[in-house]
DNA sequence: GCTAACATCTGTAGCGGCTACAGGTTCAAG
DNA sequence: CTTGAACCTGTAGCCGCTACAGATGTTAGC
């Protein structure tokens, strides 16, 4: 074995990301594909779980695929510092919105939880809520 | 056509439920297959409409579609009023997680972009973030 | 009645982001 | 040298739709 290099079981536990999902990133680009053993086994090195665990964090932060793809400056060009700025914006308030969103859907089914008697039979205020109110 | 019986276009501009969806529903037998025109075409009646309003409400209260199935009663037997209220607080609860994990992630992201300064070089305190600091 | 335009039909594949096999090979420790 | 763990490839599945392709049905106007 190559000085300095693991397996991908080594790299999986050292970057809390599964093996599984590291062979796909490979398949899709995202990380490159590492030098492999005689026996075809993958061997990384430092560089390799670096990048890892930046698409991670990047992966923590909510950001898809595609976008960190970008990030990580695999397109033409490295992404400018503006360039980052505006995606971790535009993200910002797709994140508001979906609070929002939840929020909202928190309050409904809280109150119509509230209205609930419990009850062993199959009378159910939230049911008909659901089912016949305004249809 | 039987009287009173409307197609799949019109159910689904009243219902504002896809067509693909209904037939999709239909397939996993979430909704009952309608009768059919000598033709073939789907005949629906108004039962046909208020079942499928009720998936649709039930889905934008967030519950998934085994959820909705057993809310539904097409399970062995009807849920009882507690039944019911038990899927709905395990519901509330997780939408409170989720927007409580949302809320931290916007709390990051906007740290993160505030120190940014968006210039037009490659050089990003959120890249920064993201790779080196902490591996 | 005939035609054109539109609605619907079936079946299958794709999305994102993994995850979970099956069935085989390689590696490292004893 | 043997064992057992780790690894390999390839494919299929998860959710909840959505988007085709290519065929057939329906309906309005002439």
């Known amino acids: 074995m190559t000085t300095g290099t693991i397996t991908i079981g080594r790299l999986s536990a050292r970057t809390g990301v599964n093996i599984e999902t590291i062979r796909y ?10 030098m492999r053993s ?15 665990s930046f698409v991670k964090r990047a992966r923590e932060l909510g950001f898809s ?12 060009t490295a992404p400018t510092c503006a360039d980052v ?4 914006t535009s993200h910002i308030q797709s994140i ?13 089914l809280a ?9 062993e039979n199959t009378e159910c205020p939230i049911i008909d809520a659901l089912g016949g109110a305004y249809e």
Chains 1, 2 share one sequence.
């Open 85 to 88: 700025y505006a995606l971790a």
């Open 111 to 119: 109150t119509l939880a509230a209205n609930c008697s419990r009850s």
């Open 38 to 52: 005689a026996g075809g086994h993958r061997l990384y090195d430092e560089d390799a779980s670096t990048r890892l």
């Open 96 to 108: 508001r919105k979906r609070i929002n969103d939840l929020q909202a859907l928190e309050q409904r």
């Open 25 to 34: 990133y490979e398949r899709i680009g995202l990380v490159p594909a590492p």
């Open 65 to 76: 695929l595609p976008e960190i793809r970008s990030l990580i400056g695999l397109e033409e």
